[in-house]
């Protein structure tokens, strides 16, 4: 994507060294991340800037909204199947919120030793 979209596309990770040992689902970052590239306009004059934190015990994944005019196909499925993948392992919800920003709370996991 860095070659696609250059600094255009800007991911910012701070995630501190204390939550390395949690977990999120297999793939849903990389179909989180994929989502703010396919659903928003990536330009010169509108960079798409996708943030990745912890807060409050979930990986919070924050893109600014600029919506495509013309929407790629999509079939929907990818936040719902997060969804449903996480309440098969816990029962923290996936939490989405959509105002200026799009954010997605993922829960962290913990792997019992």
Not at 17 to 31: C, G, T
Not at 37 to 62: G, M, Q, R
Request: with cysteine; proline share 2%; net charge positive.
């Amino acid at each position: 994507m860095e070659t696609r979209f250059g600094s255009n596309l800007q991911v910012k990770i701070n995630v501190k060294d204390e939550f390395m040992n949690q977990l999120v689902l297999p793939m849903s970052l990389q179909i989180l991340v994929e989502n703010a590239v396919k659903h928003n306009i990536i330009s010169k004059n509108k960079n798409l800037i996708v943030d990745i934190f912890v807060a409050n015990n979930c990986l919070v994944v924050s893109n600014n909204l600029q919506l495509r005019t013309v929407e790629e196909g999509s079939t929907k499925i990818g936040l719902k199947n997060i969804e449903n993948r996480y309440k098969y392992f816990t029962n923290e919800s996936v939490i989405i919120e959509s105002d200026i920003k799009f954010i997605v709370k993922l829960p962290l996991l913990k792997i019992d030793s």
